[in-house]
């Protein structure tokens, strides 16, 4: 694990090339200080990976949808963390208790690293393994009957919805997310012995989920107190990572 602190405009440029681009920018949303999107910042990335997971809002990213694409990325699919609370920014809006990952990708998909997670157990709700002839895939699902045969290990495809307890009265960063959340979009994107970069660190919880999931990752942080909490809380233990 490595920890920068800085303007990550002037260090990500500078660190090489990475197998996966991990990042929860400011949405610029509210008026707060620290709530300032860092203009540029998707181009920066894209000269250094071809995979990114991007946490956000929808506002967020329709908003700035311009500068993803002016950099190359494309979409391929996204995440919802579900959380047991939320914001009321507004009285006359749905109280918001989601955010987005949005996984973005340059070039073609097949030169990306995708592994999406698999987890125990068999899919009740999945027809394909009720009824796996070709002739019962329903014709609104197009190529699908293209797709890889399912492997039957007694596991099935992780759900795109994670839901996990929001950080609240516990965080030590205003936008903290529990590392349940980031920990699934790790090995989608990434291979096992592959390497991260973390843009803006915040409160360090996706460099916490890299190591929990026994990957390298480099984090940057321009807020200097909050590089000294990642510090502390990084060090409470380390994983011996083979080479």
Known sequence: MTLYHGDMREILPALGTVDLVLADPPYAETA??????PDGWPTIAAEVTRSM??????????????EFAAAGWKLSQDIVWEKHNGSGFAADR??????????????????????????????????????????????????????????????RLARSVIRAQSMRGRAIHPTEKPVAVPLPPLPAGRPPRGTVHDPVAGSGSRLAAAR?????????EADEAYCEAIAGRLAQGALDIPA
């Not at 707060?32 to 999107?37: H, I, P, T």
């Not at 995708?114 to 009740?124: E, F, N, Y």
């Not at 929990?212 to 940057?220: N, P």
């Open 53 to 66: 997971w991007c946490f956000g809002s929808m506002r967020m990213f329709l908003a700035r949808h311009g």
């Open 212 to 220: 929990q999931s026994g990957r390298r990752a480099i984090g940057i």
């Open 94 to 155: 749905f109280k918001r208790v989601h955010e987005h990952a949005l996984h973005w990708y340059r070039g073609d998909w097949s030169g990306v690293h995708h592994d999406t997670p698999r987890i125990p157990g068999a899919d009740p709700t999945d027809r394909y393994q009720r009824r796996p002839r070709a002739a019962d895939r329903t014709a609104h699902a197009g190529s699908i009957a293209a797709a890889p045969p399912r492997p039957k290990d007694g596991t």
């Open 32 to 37: 707060l200080a620290w709530d300032r999107w």
